[in-house]
């Protein structure tokens, strides 16, 4: 079982993708032994029967059919389920075999031979729409690359086996007996792809889709037509090139063994030789050419070894006549036709479908199976008829006229992946579209009073005429209106306070700057003053540069700052920005880094230096967090709050080191934010793809670990090799969680760690609590008093005495009410946990938690209370978190669990704040400028209407 398991990681599989990739390799090694046992016998056959001017006929008659054929399986793409379309198809092929070998059997007409060389083209097109729909519906992008050699290699072991076996097989059971074990093993394949379909094919989906394609697609708006031409050729030219080569490789051989069995023999000696190298290929080359070298090789390659092989075909012939040694440069040429095309240009060119979008891609798919191929066969037979039969040319010319086609067939292929590299730079997802946040929004109007009596309400002692004054002074052109602002920006009453505020920025006086400034301090006005600053434009950037200069700025007034300068935006907004690039504080440095991406700002050379360096941190913490979560696993669930804490780490650290590519590399990297949504594959295989295109080597290989796997154990694997982790016991990776440098994870996870070491020996867990519990933080200074106090009360006690006698108010309040605390649930950490549960809170920052949770009233009633809530709701604006429970007000209004409730509306209509808690509830009240603030929506009077 552990040398199956080292198998599986040898060949890149993930342990949820090996039942389905053992599955595909069966059904190719089955197809794939049906295909060379059929092509074999068929084309020998057919040699010995017919002269060799047949075959451009047969190539025309072919393609025809094929065109034909194509088009009647798009149609039927439109209106039957694509599983069932494929088993219908396979069926098809069975069917049609049968029935010919019987024709046969009873008349014995060589012109059965002739329809079953057409019907090599057959099990082409039926590969397509099983084997490769399937790859294309079930693998993404990434996974099409990293899978699809190692999927087809069963097609290349059985063809092994197939061709080296005719030559045996002829003598004993004869060629005839041959289609038989044919038709057997596409029953087989015909068993496996049914069980494929019932295991991995969701029904409902599939119909869905169907439904969906029946509509009319406008392929050109869709899809790049130019994207789409190049694909289409690239799909037709090897086919032309297969039948062009297979016509001059078959006239060669056939005048070389004109015997029917000995030409099987030679073919299936050939043919065994080429699917040997096709393995060998597969095995060991495929994986690394598309890793070092992408898609550029793999489409590359092939023409480039045609023209080689019959450019030495031409050189030879041309000099010496086409003798043996011609014959063994057209032989060159059809190897590479068949191990090449098969191991590395086959496999690639199906990854050319991923970029299209999925609700068209099996459509265009079909579309270009069909069509493409057909006419590839078409024009090979009519080219080949017009210069054989009318122009009369030797193999010779024919060999210098597709040195030609081979050379214009390497250009295609070099505009093909670029168009891919350009589809790639080009897609567009749709950005998430931020709420406009319109409830917190004051218009003021103007006023019509003169400017003397606006002087005169602005010293009133009535609220509403000072309002007036704050307002109509915003629009007065008067020189010194701007001195009776001032006393306003002061008022007690936030209304008429606002107001001042938003009258200073219409202003846009120097002199009111230092008061609007003040104004940052306050949560209750930092936003109406930012947005106030910000109308100033960029002379307000040299005093905000003076305050960053004079080094005495909380942290906290540095990122409002940071701020308004992000709103002024602009050259001087992006000059002061770069000059804080290298702020010596980590917050301070990515606010900075943030701001200039949002103003589209790109760095320069110096600059990136020291951002690819901020970066390899960034992914050195991820690693870290990785291995943290891969230690307490082992006793926590992955819904567990410290592993779901840990996750929130890491999508911040990812969304932080991507932050970083948009200004150093390219905006493109934005769309990281849609990793986790409905098209979160799509997203993964473009991030891979514009990593490949647009980042050095050592940048890309740092990051593919992030986009190439979801799973953190695979995650961890694959960054071992560039961090080195060390595997830690649970309560030493607890320890190291709690010791972890601050900047690089939250105050609320180390909070959740320290709390989890409740269960540890007092002894090697005192001093780190101790420690913690002396933290400027609340929430991390409270769980570590907590959980001090349940291992090592008497540590807790002396400590209070300590902090009792040096007077530390904070601390104080902090540890008398854990003597009273009822349970570890009434913490901070686990009140944050519950308000993270609401879903309008939940893509809230962890801050942004903490500034409700600190600037609110906390109830927590039991069921049957009736509770006052009048004298807590008294002031001018205020709103009602409930993270569970029930409560009932008058006028039949029950709010439950998840609501956000605006109380002062509802007050308006009559409800009274008196309600009957019909269910054990928890429920916060605080002012509802946080809330307007932050942008969160919540029920209005549409409640009462509605219960009324």
Known sequence: ????????????????????????????????????????????????????SVLPNVYIVGGVFLYALGMSVGRLQKVVPYDRLAEYMLAFLVITILLMLGVYHLTGSIWVFYVLFIWNRVFVLVNG???????????????????????NSGDVISSVIAYLAIPIAIHLIGTEALLVVTVGFLMVCG???????????VKGENEEVQVEEIKPIRTDQQLNPSYYRNIFLLALLPVFALFYVEYIFFTESRLIFPDKQLLASFLGLFFGICAIFELLIKTFLYNYIVRKYGLTAGILILPVSLVFGFGLAAVYGLTYDTAAIFFACIALSRFFMSAIRKAISDPVYQVLYQPIHSSIRLQIQGRIEGRAKSIGGLAAGIILMIFTYWVKLDVLWLSLIFLFTALVWTVIAFNGQVSYRQVIRDKIFPDKKNKTITSGITKYLPSVKTYDELIALAVSSKDSDRLEAATGLGSSLRFLSFRYLIPLMQDPKPQV???AIHAAGEMKRPELWPY????????????????????????????????????????????????????????????????????????????????????????TLSEQTYLVQELDDHLRTLAWLLAAQEDLSAEYDYDSQLIINIEREKKRIVLK???????????KFKVITLLND????????????????????????????????????EMLESFQEIYPQDTLSVEERLKDVVNKDYTRISRWTKSVAIKELKQYDATSTTPIL???????????????????RIVNYERFSSLYKVIENQKDTFHKKIMEPLDWLSSEEDLLICKLRRLRTMPQLQDLSNEDLQRILLNSRYFKVEQDDVIDLRKSCSGENVSMLVTYGKLAFSKNIEVNEGQIWNVTEHVSLGVVLIPNVIQDTEFYILESYILDDLGIEMSGKELVLSQQ
């Not at 729409?129 to 999927?151: D, P």
């Open 1 to 52: 079982m552990e040398r199956l398991e080292k198998i599986w990681k040898w060949l890149n599989v993930k342990h949820e993708e090996r039942e389905l990739v053992f599955l595909l390799i069966a059904y190719s090694f089955f197809m794939g032994g049906a295909t060379a046992i059929f092509y074999t016998v068929v084309a020998s056959s057919f040699l010995v029967s017919f002269d060799r």
């Open 129 to 151: 729409v099983t084997f490769w729909a399937v790859v294309a519906k079930l693998f993404n992008m990434q996974q099409s690359k990293r899978l699809s050699g190692l999927i």
């Open 191 to 201: 068993a496996i792809i049914r069980r494929i379909h019932n295991r991995y094919i």
């Open 497 to 499: 306070r606002e107001a």
């Open 516 to 603: 609007l400034f003040e104004q940052l301090d306050f949560d209750r006005y930092s936003s109406i003053a930012a947005s106030a600053l910000e109308k100033s434009g960029a002379p307000l950037i040299k005093q905000i540069e003076k305050f960053f200069l004079s080094g005495t700025e909380s942290k906290l007034r540095q990122i409002r700052l940071l701020n308004i300068v992000e709103g002024i935006g602009g050259e001087e907004a992006i000059r002061f920005l770069r000059r804080n690039i290298f702020n010596p504080d980590r917050f301070i440095r990515e606010k900075v880094v943030d701001s200039l991406r949002n103003l589209g700002y790109m760095c």
């Open 657 to 667: 080191a991507f932050t970083i590519l948009e200004v150093v590399f390219s905006p």
């Open 678 to 713: 409905d098209e979160e594959d799509d997203v993964r295989d473009y991030l891979i793809e514009i990593c490949g295109l647009m980042l050095p080597e050592d940048v890309k290989n740092k990051l593919l670990p992030v986009l190439e796997s979801d799973n953190p154990g």
């Open 770 to 788: 101790v420690a913690n519990a002396m933290s400027s933080s609340k929430v991390i200074s409270e769980t570590s008093f907590y959980v001090l």
